[in-house]
């Protein structure tokens, strides 16, 4: 019986291009409807308010959100789920996002991007205190 000739390295990168890979298709690579996956769904009590102080800002990793405090003590908060790829943000330097899968940095106190592939903000949440605590989330 002859020898099986191998494929070559066109084949292989061919059939590999035209198979389904399952979940990874376009869709995981932008943004759809509603709220991020990971990101709260009703309000949720992150913290103290006194764990954000003026000018800073503080990543909630469990629920998925940031928040931020302006100078004049308002909050803003965001869901840290990637807006590129719908990656959970891990890390966050002073008031920058950074997200662990392809690198996209976002600004906490405002949600816009500052270095892509991300070219979407991220979604900002409703923030509220309440007897001295951070909620976020909607209905806040």
Avoid: Q, W
Avoid at 18 to 33: D, E, K, N, Q
């Amino acid at each position: 019986m002859p020898a099986r000739p191998s494929p070559s390295r066109r084949t292989v990168l061919r059939g590999a291009a035209l198979a389904p890979v399952a979940g990874l298709g376009l869709a995981a690579c932008s943004p759809g409807g509603g709220a991020p996956a990971g990101a709260p769904t009703a309000p949720v009590e992150l913290g103290a308010e006194t764990e954000v102080t003026k000018g800073s800002a503080r990543l909630y990793r469990d629920h998925n959100v940031v928040v931020s405090r302006a100078e004049d003590g308002s909050l803003k908060a965001y869901s840290t789920i990637c807006t590129h790829a719908a990656c959970p943000i891990n890390k966050l330097e002073g008031t920058k996002l950074v997200c662990p899968c392809h690198g996209s940095e976002f600004d906490a106190t405002t949600g816009e991007v500052l270095h892509a592939p991300a070219t979407v903000p991220l979604s900002e949440l409703p923030v509220r205190t309440e007897n001295g605590r951070i909620v976020a989330g909607p209905g806040a």
